[in-house]
T-cell receptor, first 112, second 116 residues
């Protein structure tokens, strides 16, 4: 049972445009959601998080939106830069203590 | 560089064998987490230790075990290896583990295990 799903395995965007990465979840017990970025041959790197009691969190070019009724979250990157090209994972965190459940990832390619 | 180190980087072994993966957390971090990333399963949480004690368990097989030592480094032991155990194994660390609070997890570069 996949509790966190990223239905788009890849996304291609032009430099300067907006990148929107989507994530759906089934477990309503998640109380935090996180986005991680992963470059090849490296471990995932934390990007941004959002509490389940909020609907938006912004950090520079990155904004995460949470729609609890739809059990959906999205990561917006504006403007997209070639250095943003990586695999992005969303994850849900249960109150059991930072036990992350990851989605399958979306590969973002930002073209110059 | 996240500050989390993992050794070895690559490991090739045969079915039925046993291996030990090692992780050193960031300085000051008390929590260590182990994850498995395989092609068909994505990134899956295995187990977490906090200051030497097991704190949470995910989908970890009985053939796998882990421990965290007094110096806070951790080892993941994989035994009776099968072809399906071939994967990237990541270790992550964080400062604490207070329920209800979010702590950023810092990931190491991973150990790639190939079972032949």
């Amino acid at each position: 049972d996949q509790q966190v799903k990223q239905n788009s395995p890849s996304l291609s965007v032009q430099e300067g445009r907006i990148s929107i990465l989507n994530c759906d979840y089934t477990n309503s017990m998640f109380d935090y959601f996180l986005w991680y970025k992963k470059y090849p041959a490296e471990g995932p790197t934390f990007l941004i998080s959002i509490s389940s009691i909020k609907d938006k969190n912004e950090d520079g070019r990155f904004t995460v939106f949470l729609n609890k009724s739809a059990k959906h979250l999205s990561l917006h990157i504006v403007p997209s830069q070639p250095g943003d090209s990586a695999v992005y994972f969303c994850a849900g965190d249960l109150n059991a203590g930072n036990m992350l459940t990851f989605g399958g990832g979306t590969r973002l390619m930002v073209k110059p | 560089d996240s500050g989390v180190t993992q050794t070895p980087k690559h490991l090739i072994t045969a079915t039925g064998q046993r291996v030990t993966l090692r992780c050193s957390p960031r300085s000051g971090d008390l929590s260590v987490y182990w994850y498995q990333q395989s092609l068909d399963q994505g990134l899956q949480f295995l187990i977490q230790y906090y200051n030497g004690e097991e704190r949470a368990k995910g989908n970890i097989l009985e053939r796998f075990s882990a421990q965290q030592f007094p110096d806070l480094h951790s080892e993941l032991n994989l035994s009776s290896l099968e072809l399906g155990d071939s994967a990237l194994y990541f270790c992550a660390s964080s400062v604490g583990n207070r329920r209800g609070e979010i702590y950023e997890q810092y990931f190491g570069p991973g150990t790639r295990l190939t079972v032949t």
